[in-house]
């Protein structure tokens, strides 16, 4: 079993549309999660970071984690063209460890 | 405030020829500092990440190796570069004993052919 596991997409949604990104873990020991993302041809930047179980908002952002089920989820409202991007969920307690990416394309 | 600079931003280099990647992080002191090689549509792979200077820990054997010459500065170099060795290189630093969060520069694209 992966230590992270996250929906590969690519993911085409219209603007405006709900968008739902998602990542497994096996490893318990996890303290942070993290959503990243990353423009094409750009380094990842920090979007969202948690560390407890429940939701986060931040704008059109919401992240979810259920440390019971072992899953993030990273939601985004009245999505945009400009949130098209690659999104990288990532865990850490000791080396940051990250998920394959999901390529998000939002169409005007 | 801090700021991290990598360059440079694209290379083409021959299989066989040596290979230099600098990254220099500004407004900050003893960082954690990492070298990730990121493939077309995967994730990021940690290569190599450094606690103070002169001290590399390895996490992939490969055909690359990293030095930290200075606090701020952290380099990633090869003897002699192979097909395998393409990809997006990105540097990336962290607050010692942070709770993980990474701040990247803009990535060196490496083409070799």
């Known amino acids: 079993q992966k230590e992270v596991e996250q929906d590969p997409g690519p993911l085409s949604v219209p603007e405006g549309a709900i968008v739902s990104l998602n990542c497994t873990y096996s490893?318990?020991?996890?303290?942070?999660f993290m959503w990243y993302r990353q423009y094409s041809r750009k380094g990842p930047e920090l979007l969202m970071y948690?560390?407890?179980?429940g939701n986060k908002e931040d704008g059109r952002f919401t992240a979810q984690v259920d440390k019971s089920s072992k899953y993030i989820s990273l939601f985004i409202r009245d999505s945009q063209p400009s949130d098209s991007a690659t999104y990288l969920c990532?865990?850490?307690?000791?080396?940051?460890?990250f998920g394959q990416g999901t390529e998000l394309s939002v169409k005007p | 405030s801090q700021t991290i600079h990598q360059w440079p931003a694209t290379l083409v280099q021959p299989v066989g020829s040596p290979l230099s990647l600098e990254c220099t992080v500004e407004?900050?002191?003893?960082?954690?500092l990492y070298w990730y090689r990121q493939a077309a549509g995967r994730g990021l792979q940690l290569l190599f990440y450094?606690?103070?200077?002169?001290?590399i820990s390895s996490e992939v054997p490969q055909n690359l190796s990293a030095s930290r010459p200075q606090d701020r500065q952290f380099i990633l170099s090869s003897k002699k570069l192979l097909l395998s060795d393409s990809g997006f290189y990105l540097c990336?630093?962290?607050?010692?004993?942070?709770?993980?969060?990474?701040?990247f520069g803009e990535g060196s694209r490496l083409t070799v052919l």
């Open positions: 990336a630093w962290s607050l010692a004993g942070a709770g993980g969060e990474l701040f």
């Open positions: 490893n318990s020991a996890f303290q942070y």
């Open positions: 948690t560390y407890s179980s």
């Open positions: 990532a865990f850490g307690g000791g080396k940051l460890i």
């Open positions: 407004g900050t002191s003893n960082p954690n």
């Open positions: 450094s606690v103070g200077i002169g001290q």
